[in-house]
């Protein structure tokens, strides 16, 4: 099975950017479909963007839409998720996961959907 590790979570001020990694290992990322997520304060988790296997694919939140891009590096074994305009309402612990998938074309946006997790990464937006 593929153990996921995230980084690159931090304090920002509102306007800021901040590129969180997903890396892989156990298991080449490019079996996997992979999923962005977010839990904040009270919420439930809530998916953010989503990318396909080949990296063909790709899906985001109309929350984010416009402001995150979703890529990947299986050369690397990591997704990464460039978050830009960062607003105090993306403040959030930020999950990536991924999805054992036959058709390197699906993107997945389904929590239940995805088998693997890593233990999140904290980002803080301020005002």
């Known amino acids: 099975q593929v153990q996921l590790v995230e980084s690159g979570g931090g304090l920002v001020q509102a306007g800021d950017s901040l590129r969180l990694s997903c890396a892989a290992s156990?298991?080449?990322?490019?079996?996997?479909?992979i999923g962005w997520f977010r839990r904040a304060p009270g919420k439930e988790r809530e998916s953010v963007a989503a990318i396909s296997r080949n990296g063909g694919k790709t899906y985001f939140a109309d929350s984010v839409k416009g402001r995150f891009t979703i890529s990947r590096d299986n050369d690397k074994n990591t997704v990464y998720l460039q978050m830009n305009t960062l607003k105090p309402e993306d403040t959030a612990v930020y999950y990536c996961?991924?999805?054992?998938?036959?058709?390197?074309?699906?993107?997945?946006?389904?929590?239940?959907?995805?088998?693997?997790w890593g233990q999140g990464t904290q980002v803080t937006v301020s005002s």
């Open positions: 996961a991924a999805h054992r998938s036959r058709d390197s074309t699906v993107v997945v946006t389904f929590v239940d959907a995805y088998d693997f």
């Open positions: 156990g298991r080449t990322i490019s079996s996997y479909a």
